[in-house]
C-alpha cells in the first residue's frame, strides 16, 4: 500500500490549492478515499472523505463549504481543491482509504505540506 500526496505549497491567505493524492497497492475503485492534516506535534485530523463512487462526501467543519474532495477511480487517484486559505489551515496533509478513518494506519505517506502565511 502507497500514498504519494502531492500539491502543496506557501500561499497567501485567500488563495487556493488543489491536492492530489496517488494510491497503489489495494483495489482502489472498493475503498473510501479520505484526507487528514496533522500539525507539529499533533495526530491526524479528518479533513474530508468520499465514499467509492463519488455519492457521498464527509466533511470536518472547517472544511465545509471550503473544500472539495474528489476522485478518479480510473487513475487511482483523490483530490482535495482548497478555497479561500487561511493561517489555521496551515499544515501538512495526507490521504488514506477509509470514509472517516484511516484504513491503512501503518501506511501514510510523506504527505503534502501546506503554508498559508501573508
Known amino acids: 500500500v502507497e500514498f504519494v500526496e502531492s500539491g502543496g505549497g506557501l500561499v497567501q491567505p485567500g488563495s487556493s490549492l488543489t491536492l492530489s493524492c496517488l494510491a497503489s497497492?489495494?483495489?482502489?475503485?472498493?475503498?473510501?478515499m479520505s484526507w487528514y492534516r496533522q500539525r507539529p506535534g499533533e495526530g491526524y485530523e479528518l479533513v474530508a472523505g468520499?465514499?467509492?463512487?463519488?455519492?457521498?462526501?464527509i466533511y470536518a467543519g472547517f472544511a465545509k463549504g471550503r473544500f472539495t474532495i474528489s476522485r478518479d477511480n480510473a487513475k487511482k487517484a483523490a483530490y482535495l481543491q482548497m478555497y479561500d486559505l487561511k493561517p489555521d489551515d496551515t499544515a501538512k496533509y495526507f490521504c488514506?482509504?477509509?470514509?472517516?478513518?484511516?484504513?491503512?494506519?501503518?501506511?501514510w505517506g510523506h504527505g503534502t505540506q501546506v503554508t498559508v502565511s501573508s
Open positions: 497497492g489495494f483495489t482502489f475503485g472498493s475503498q473510501s
Open positions: 488514506n482509504a477509509g470514509y472517516n478513518s484511516p484504513k491503512f494506519k501503518d501506511f
Open positions: 468520499i465514499n467509492t463512487v463519488s455519492v457521498n462526501t
